[in-house]
């Protein structure tokens, strides 16, 4: 059974294990290297990150790619990141990827786009760039992964009016409850949970068999062993 819970309890969770067991950094090596576990990697992948934690994970994401020898390039909306994601896009940097701001036709010649832009924690409507970026990934033609969530979607709700729609989502920690609403699961084709290590603060809803969506699968990748 996986469990489901609200983005409130998440982010107590997650602040939580970073307090008492584990650094923020290894959460979100680990983030990383569950999407990279997720996915069958072939060809160019363009990961596009935002400025937040979920930027993070992408630049994070970058590292493991190259480190695989896997062809890949960030593109970026804010020069402004979170000192987690500021550590990892220096290591991006160090390891030679080519980092560049986005633009509308950066995700020409990818075969994979990562989508890094907004996480669990967005509200409100999209700006302006965030909402052109979305717009370009979901016009890309290409395979789409979103690292968390989808971004533009409400993470308790699964609603929003801009959304990226992806083939792969891989959520971290645990299920958020939009996730497994039906507006969510028009939104994307698979739905799979990263497990990395995070102590859960309250127990909330289990997803049994019978009660869990069609677009999730029913077993968690493990990404801190």
């Known amino acids: 059974m996986l469990d489901c819970i609200s983005v409130a309890n998440m982010r107590d969770s997650d602040a939580y294990t970073i307090a008492h067991f584990v650094p923020s950094l290894t959460l979100m090596h680990r983030a990383a ?40 390039a960030v593109f970026t909306l804010s020069d402004r990141l979170s000192a987690d994601s500021a550590h990892y896009a220096e290591k991006a940097r160090a390891a030679g990827l080519p980092i560049a701001p986005f633009t509308a036709d950066c995700l020409t010649g990818f075969d994979t786009v990562v989508d890094c832009l907004l996480g669990t924690g967005f509200q409100g409507p999209v700006r302006p760039h965030y909402r052109a970026a979305i717009e370009a990934i979901n016009a890309s033609g290409t395979c789409v992964i979103s690292a968390d969530i989808n971004s533009g979607m409400n993470g308790d709700t699964g609603a929003g009016e801009c959304i990226v729609s992806s083939d792969l989502t891989v959520t971290i920690g645990f299920v958020k409850r939009g996730l497994v609403t039906q507006q969510a699961g028009n939104c994307m084709k698979r739905l799979v949970c990263a497990d990395i290590g995070i102590r859960l603060l309250r127990e909330e809803e289990k997803l049994t068999e019978a009660n869990r969506p069609a677009w999730l699968d029913p077993e968690p990748i493990i990404a801190y062993t």
């Open 33 to 72: 290297l569950g999407i990279f576990r997720a996915h069958d990697w072939q060809g160019r992948t363009a990961i596009v990150c935002g400025s937040g934690n979920n930027g993070g994970d992408g630049f994070a994401l970058a590292c493991i790619l190259a480190q695989q020898g896997f062809a890949c």
